[in-house]
């Protein structure tokens, strides 16, 4: 008999919603912002991609917008959804470039880097 396993919760308390499909996003990438022990950069914040984000981004060494068909990545651009490095979104914020996240699909975890009052700045889906 299989084990089962309890659904990913989100900073909401209930269960994770998938983040994007297209593209594909998530350490597993399977849509969802999930995590596991492996996931050393806590890719669990579901964020819209903005312009000034990705230049931003770009700007500290980190390229999301530029495709890398060697593994698999399409690069994104401006309203793509993607899990982002919880470590990284902070870093954004400090800097006034944070995008805009959806709650309902960041993983619980982005709570041990990101305190729940700033993600909440951030959210699309509050209301």
Not at 63 to 81: A, C, I, Y
Request: aromatic share 8%; with cysteine; glycine share 8%.
């Amino acid at each position: 008999m299989a084990l089962r396993t309890a659904p990913s919760v989100n900073v909401l308390g209930s269960r994770l919603v998938p983040c994007s499909h297209d593209p594909k996003t998530g350490f597993f990438r399977n849509g969802s912002c999930d995590t596991c022990a492996e996931d050393r950069g806590s890719h669990t914040v579901c964020a819209v991609m903005s312009a000034e984000f990705l230049a931003h981004s770009k700007y500290l060494g980190n390229d999301l917008s530029t495709p890398r068909p060697e593994f698999g990545f399409p690069g994104l651009k401006p309203g793509d959804q993607w899990c982002l490095c919880a470590g990284r979104f902070l870093q954004a914020h400090d800097e006034d470039a944070a995008p805009k996240i959806y709650l309902k699909s960041t993983h619980q975890r982005a709570l041990e880097i990101v305190p729940l009052a700033i993600l909440r700045r951030y959210a699309l889906d509050l209301g």
